[in-house]
T-cell receptor
């Protein structure tokens, strides 16, 4: 079992719906990430949080809104999505700040389908 | 027209043989590299990492080789097993400046192990 838990595993939503993806890490890490994995592109970084502060927004449309209340929890709020937003959304965590890079640990993702 | 998914190169290896998966990275300033394995329905799983001050690193049944001159990374899997069947991604990270790691992923290679 991964130390990063994502819920729900599957989500189907209409274009006018509002939903949220949840991620929780049990690894004591300080950085958390959202990645998008679609059939057409490699893994794309969306957002990075380090010690609860957002340090990266990779030109993500405003219909995706992240929230990081503490170092263990990360949310991705979704509203008025488009069908092309259908993808696997992966959450990850890592040790965070420091001069040494560290690997990311991923959850199993939420498979999102926008109808 | 019909949407086309990302075409993944496929490596087919017989059980018991050694596998070599290659990756060309893009940024000569990258100083940290990781290999991930992703099985169907799961998130990427960390396999092994290597820093730019090394040329080779070994793990259990896996070896990563780094050639900075030609910006090439390879993953060698010894005595390949059916459980090794998955998509393998390489990832690179720019020099950590004190913030969280920010990985850029390759497109992936599908490893198929035949009996």
């Amino acid at each position: 079992e991964t130390g990063v838990t994502q819920t729900p595993r599957h989500l189907v939503m209409g274009m006018t719906n509002k939903k949220s993806l949840k991620c929780e890490q049990h690894l004591g890490h300080n950085a958390m990430y959202w990645y998008k994995q679609s059939a057409k592109k490699p893994l794309e970084l969306m957002f990075v949080y380090n010690f609860k502060e957002q340090t990266e927004n990779n030109s993500v449309p405003s219909r995706f809104s992240p929230e990081c209340p503490n170092s263990s929890h990360l949310f991705l709020h979704l509203h008025t999505l488009q069908p092309e937003d259908s993808a696997l959304y992966l959450c990850a965590s890592s040790q965070g700040s420091g001069t040494i890079s560290s690997p990311l640990h991923f959850g199993n993702g939420t498979r999102l389908t926008v109808t | 027209g019909e949407s086309v998914g990302l075409h993944l190169p496929t490596l087919s290896v017989q059980e018991g043989d050694n596998s070599i998966i290659n990756c060309a990275y893009s940024n000569s300033a990258s100083d940290y590299f990781i290999w991930y394995k992703q099985e169907s329905g799961k998130g990427p799983q960390f396999i092994i990492d290597i820093r730019s001050n090394m040329d080779k690193r070994q793990g259990q049944r896996v070896t990563v080789l780094l050639n900075k001159t030609v910006k090439h990374l390879s993953l060698q899997i010894a005595a390949t097993q059916p459980g090794d069947s998955a998509v393998y991604f390489c990832a690179e990270n720019l020099l950590n400046t004190g913030t969280a790691s920010k990985l850029t992923f390759g497109t992936g290679t599908r490893l198929q192990v035949t009996l």
